[in-house]
């Protein structure tokens, strides 16, 4: 079983930081793509960053410039830095991971249980 624990949530004023962190844990062979999603009350989850095993990142355009995502060097840890927060940022942020269980699994999307973030003064 693949478990992903996200932490580093909370409340912060607009024009603050946050870094998020999300460890993968369990029956892991293999970490492809490991990045974060968003999901505001009312919306769609949507992608904010990820990165693959050979460090390929990707971001959605309203959080370039500002988000960094980077993977630790156990390669099953992804963090990301969150800088010039905005009010529109408040969600819940949930950590992604397309992981193979074992050498004979499928690759397949893990979810960890989320953790809030909220921009306000």
């Known amino acids: 079983q693949v478990q992903l624990v996200e932490s580093g949530g909370g409340l912060v004023q607009p024009g603050g930081s946050l870094r998020l962190s999300c460890v993968a844990s369990?029956?892991?062979?293999?970490?492809?793509?490991i990045g974060w999603y968003r999901q505001a009350p009312g919306k769609q989850r949507e992608l904010v960053a990820d990165?693959?095993?050979?460090?390929?990142?990707n971001y959605a355009d309203f959080v370039k410039g500002r988000f960094t995502i980077s993977r630790g060097n156990a390669k099953n840890t992804v963090y990301l830095q969150m800088n010039s927060l905005k009010s529109e940022d408040t969600a819940a942020y949930y950590c992604n991971g397309v992981v193979r269980a074992t050498a004979w699994s499928p690759r397949r999307d893990y979810w960890g249980q989320g953790t809030q973030v909220t921009v306000s003064s």
């Open positions: 990165i693959t095993r050979d460090g390929i990142t």
């Open positions: 369990g029956s892991i062979f293999g970490i492809y793509t």
